[in-house]
């Protein structure tokens, strides 16, 4: 079994160590039953995470997580995805959240783990009301109160 998982954070100062935010996504694998993986999650800023939203997904301005999963031909196949996350936004949603920041970066790493696995949701308000969110959700609180670092 192997759940490789590389963190890359581009010089940006973070609430969350790389090696914390790799533990968080090797643990949404083995919680899912991956048991062979490639992952690699990287932290980039506003402007950075904006070009790749309107290259890839037409969309305008910063967000806050980008996911891009690859299809496995067969299960024996390892899961390979790609995270691309912005703390920037995320310490938005946190402050709108009332939610701390560590605790939404977590939710960020969850949501990307589950967007490459093929978990999906809703674009309008009801995706807070999809499976996913409530996986998502369940995950974020076992993980969000491990020791943080």
């Known amino acids: 079994m192997s759940l490789d998982v590389d963190v890359t954070t581009n010089g940006l100062r973070l609430p969350v160590s790389r090696a ?60 390979i995805g790609d995270i691309y996350i912005c703390p920037q936004v995320g310490r938005d949603n946190a402050r709108q959240r009332h939610e701390p920041v560590r605790r939404e970066l977590t939710r960020l790493v969850v949501h990307g783990v589950l967007h490459i696995l093929g978990y999906d949701h809703p674009e309008n308000g009801s995706r807070e009301h999809s499976a996913m969110w409530a996986r998502q959700e369940k995950l974020v609180s076992r993980l969000a109160g491990e020791a943080k670092t």
Do not use: K, M, W, Y
């Open 20 to 79: 914390r935010i790799g533990e968080i996504a090797q643990r949404v694998l083995r919680g899912e039953r991956v048991r062979n993986a490639l992952v690699s999650i990287t932290l980039l800023d506003r402007r950075a995470i904006a070009r790749l939203n309107a290259a890839h997904l037409g969309h305008r301005g910063p967000t806050d997580v980008i996911s891009f999963g690859f299809t496995r031909a067969t299960q024996a196949d390892p899961v």
